[in-house]
């Protein structure tokens, strides 16, 4: 039987320890499936179930939609089951006098300390592994999926009316009936150029599949096609002046006036074509994984972010098992219903807030960004530490509750 050394002189069983970090790796699986499902069953139901439905996606469809966004919950699962597993885990051993048996032989706390860090370093690894090598392609193939699922509705016309649909650059809605038929009221919205944009506005439309070509389209009765520019463009800087000296008193809405306007009894008009994207844009921080991430020609603020966020990730992985070592060391008969919802609490608060002060910090580059992700990491263990040595003795008390 092979031992290791982890305090002092003295040598910890390998299998003991090998049990130890199977034990824990069960509940968190089992806990990490758990928020990971309730996630999926939120953002599934609440979000795209109903969007799919609209647009006749299939079961396989939806299946690979469910694939494709798992990846998106496990930076909140992962820490969160790591902490549980590891309470639970040792408030268990710690009730059945397994560490009052350890005392005994002359091993103190810093095994329990130990096997966290150990714990929480291979968690960060995972998180690694996971947000830089498998999230961005699942992203990427759940945006694709979608914009897919929306694309292939609206060329074959199997939209119903109340709902406003997009493809590429051009936005359709309905107030009445249905597009593969006849459908009443009908708004759309294109960009046709970077500085103008089009709205066609019809009472009906009729045949938005042309059957008996190879592309399809609609026909519109009662158009009246307008013009505008963007907000944003050329044309519109160069028509405020004139705009001023006509009515210098009114506010942009009172003379937001359109460049051109047309009426036609009918107009026919091709659905857009759209070319989806076969594979990941590298170059967008959020589909590139960690080789292409540091593959980019140039980096900014969004590059600093990214990559800031997946560390801040993992480095919550890290010090989460010894957070919950001091949860366990605060538990008492007192306090057992509070210390773990507690710890729970501040590891999803540091899971959705840090986010928010990675971006802020991020303007200030990658060197001073990591330092600033990994400094908070090593307080926050040193915190621990100094929290476990202060109640090292309560390691080996009982409380009389059953795990």
């Not at 249905?178 to 103008?196: C, H, I, P, W």
């Not at 307008?226 to 907000?231: K, L, R």
């Not at 074509?273 to 020609?297: G, Y």
């Not at 140039?298 to 919550?316: K, S």
Request: proline content about 4%; charged content about 15%; aromatic content about 10%.
């Amino acid at each position: 039987m092979k031992w290791t050394r982890l305090d002092g002189n003295r040598s910890v069983s390998n299998r003991y320890l090998t049990g130890l970090a199977a034990e824990i790796g069960k509940i968190a699986l089992i806990v990490l499936a758990t928020i990971e499902a309730v996630f999926l069953c939120d953002i599934i139901v609440s979000r795209f179930m109903p969007e799919l439905m609209a647009l006749g996606a299939s079961v396989p469809v939806i299946a690979l939609v469910v694939v494709y966004s798992i990846p998106n919950g496990l930076f909140i699962a992962l820490p969160t089951a790591l902490l549980i597993a590891v309470y639970v885990v040792v408030l268990r051993r710690r009730e059945n006098n397994e560490f009052g048996v350890f005392a005994g032989l002359g091993y103190s706390h810093r095994i329990l300390s130990i096997g966290a860090v150990m714990i929480g370093f291979t968690g960060a690894i995972i998180s690694l592994v996971l947000s830089g090598f498998v999230e961005p392609p699942a992203r990427f193939l759940l945006a694709s999926t979608l914009e897919q699922i929306t694309y292939k509705a609206v060329r074959d016309g199997e939209l119903a009316s109340g709902r406003f649909y997009q493809i590429g650059d051009t936005t359709f809605y309905a107030t009445s009936g249905r597009m593969n038929e006849v459908a009443g009221d009908v708004f759309l919205y294109q960009k046709s150029s970077e500085d103008t944009g089009r709205v066609i506005v019809a009472s009906q439309l009729l045949n938005p599949q042309a059957r008996d070509s190879e592309q399809s389209g609609v026909l519109f009765n009662n158009v009246n096609i307008y013009e505008f520019a963007d907000t944003g463009g050329t044309e519109t800087a160069q028509a405020q002046p004139a705009l001023d000296s006509v009515c210098p008193e009114c506010g942009p809405s009172e003379y937001f006036q359109p460049l051109s306007h047309m009426y036609f009894d009918r107009f026919y008009m091709e659905l857009p074509k759209v070319d989806l994207p076969s594979t990941r844009d590298w170059l967008s921080p959020d589909e590139a994984d960690f080789f292409e991430l540091f593959s980019a020609p140039d980096w900014g603020a969004a590059h600093v972010q990214v990559f800031g966020e997946r560390l801040m990730r993992a480095a919550l992985c890290l010090v989460t098992p010894l957070m919950a070592l001091v949860a366990v060391a605060m538990t008492s008969k007192k306090t057992l219903l509070l210390c773990l919802p507690l710890a729970s609490a501040i590891v999803l608060m540091l899971s959705f807030f840090a986010s928010s002060g990675v971006g802020i910090v991020s303007g200030s580059g990658l060197f001073a960004t990591t330092a600033i992700v990994l400094s908070a990491a090593a307080m926050i263990t040193m915190a621990c530490m100094l929290m476990l040595q202060g109640m090292s003795g309560r390691f080996v008390r009982k409380i009389g509750v059953v795990v």
